[in-house]
């Protein structure tokens, strides 16, 4: 079988990458959903219905497990999926079958324990030390995922999200590296206002973000840490398959791009990010 990576667009593409890296000989398919990107304005059903669809595509191509390597998707779409959907498809299909998302592994990254540790409540005045920015679709951060689940294991952590509504449409169209600056510039100045100084370390909590992680970095105080979601997901996933066996991951190193939208060669953040050109096949 072959590992789907799924994304409304290229933001996936740093999952992808951490995957290569922690399982070179793995088969992967990546779907962007590039007729309907961005996502992370759009209301919630939507975000469940356009995932269900981009999942049973790619099981569909012969997929076993497949990856949300996008943050609007796995805050929003992956529970209910996960309890509504997924059973009944796997019945139907006669299959071992899982969507797996991206969130969980970020957050044990950024809290330095495992998502089964929930801190125990004992109602003391707790001091924040440590304020960790959260750069994201509006869709994850009105989910609030990350406060709330950081705020259950880290009491000594103070998430404040920043919602930055057109980053990930620019990423997608290929904005002028300007335009991206001056939109990340924008975000962190309006993040730091509002916390009344500057985080002590962000997340890049939308996977486009990582193609234009330098603007981030820039835009920071320097060597401000940057939890890097792609390579905690690519490090939890293979954890993942070494623990279920009935997911075989493939040997071959199979990589097939397919997107919704129009085929053909992406733009140029991507191909920088990329280190060359990149094509994508219409499914
Ligand atoms: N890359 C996605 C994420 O991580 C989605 C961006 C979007 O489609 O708005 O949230």
């Known amino acids: 079988m072959a590992i789907g990576v799924f994304d409304s667009g290229v933001g996936g593409l740093t999952v992808h990458r951490a995957m290569v890296d922690r399982l070179p000989t793995a088969d992967l398919i990546y779907l962007a959903d590039q007729a309907n990107a961005p996502y992370g304005g759009r209301p919630g059903e939507q975000i469940v219905d356009l ?101 259950k294991r880290r009491q000594d952590v103070a998430v404040f999200s920043e919602p930055c509504p057109n980053l990930a449409r ?44 330098g603007l981030f970095r820039a835009a920071l105080p320097p060597g401000t840490p940057l939890i890097h979601q792609p390579g905690a997901t690519a490090d939890a996933i293979g954890r993942y398959l070494e623990r279920h ?5 493939g040997a071959s190193g199979l990589r097939r791009f397919l997107t919704t939208g129009k085929p053909g060669p992406q733009n140029g953040h991507v191909t920088t990010f990329w280190g060359g050109p990149l094509s994508f096949d219409g499914v």
């Open 51 to 151: 995932t269900r669809a981009g999942c049973e595509r790619l099981f569909d191509q012969g997929c076993d497990l497949v990856i949300l390597a996008c943050n609007t998707a796995s805050a929003i779409a992956l529970r209910r999926l996960q309890q509504t959907w997924l059973p009944g498809y796997r019945k139907t299909k006669g299959r071992a079958l899982n969507i797996l998302g991206i969130i969980v592994p970020t957050i044990e990254a950024a809290t330095g324990l495992p998502w089964e540790h929930e801190a125990e409540r004992r109602g003391d005045k707790v001091e924040h030390l440590d304020v960790l920015g959260v750069f994201s679709t509006p869709g994850t951060a009105a989910s609030r995922v990350y406060e709330i689940e950081i705020d």
């Open 170 to 213: 620019m990423i997608e169209e290929g904005a002028p590296e300007a335009d991206l600056k001056a939109a990340v510039d924008g975000h962190v100045t309006a993040l730091s206002k509002r916390i009344g100084r500057m985080p002590d370390r962000a997340i890049l909590g939308c996977t486009h973000y990582e193609i234009i992680a």
């Open 245 to 249: 066996p009935e997911y075989d991951p």
